[in-house]
């Protein structure tokens, strides 16, 4: 069984670099080609997603936030890290990170089959 637990956190400032961190268990993240992505809902808003990272290492960004995001991963823990620069109040949602195929790139939300419960990020002085 597959698990994703997201860890960072829960308040930030605007204009400051808001870093989360995904560790997953129970699989390794450099197999099965798989995609690792990071995901967000904004409050009354559906789910964006933000980017992948690939089993291979390859990096995929989603349009809307790619100026502002880097997504990096440390193997040795089997972790994938998130981070997100500038941040203003717009940024506030739950943050996930979940693991799907290689459609996931499309932004597509149905081709995930494992998520991390999810955390709160607000972005408030």
């Known amino acids: 069984q597959v698990q994703l637990q997201e860890s960072g956190p829960g308040l930030v400032k605007p204009s400051q670099t808001l870093s989360l961190t995904c560790t997953v268990s129970?699989?390794?993240?450099?197999?099965?080609?798989?995609?690792w992505s990071w995901v967000r809902r904004p409050p009354g808003k559906g789910l964006e997603w933000m980017g992948a990272?690939?089993?291979?290492?390859?990096?995929y960004y989603g349009p809307s936030l790619k100026s502002r995001t880097v997504i990096s991963r440390d193997t040795s823990k089997n972790q994938f890290t998130l981070h997100l620069s500038s941040v203003t109040p717009e940024d506030t949602a739950v943050y996930y990170c979940?693991?799907?195929?290689?459609?996931?790139?499309?932004?597509?939300?149905?081709?995930?089959?494992?998520w991390g419960q999810g955390t709160q990020v607000t972005v408030s002085s």
């Open positions: 979940a693991r799907g195929s290689a459609a996931v790139v499309s932004g597509t939300f149905e081709e995930y089959d494992y």
């Open positions: 129970g699989g390794s993240i450099t197999t099965g080609d798989y995609y």
């Open positions: 990272i690939a089993y291979s290492g390859s990096i």
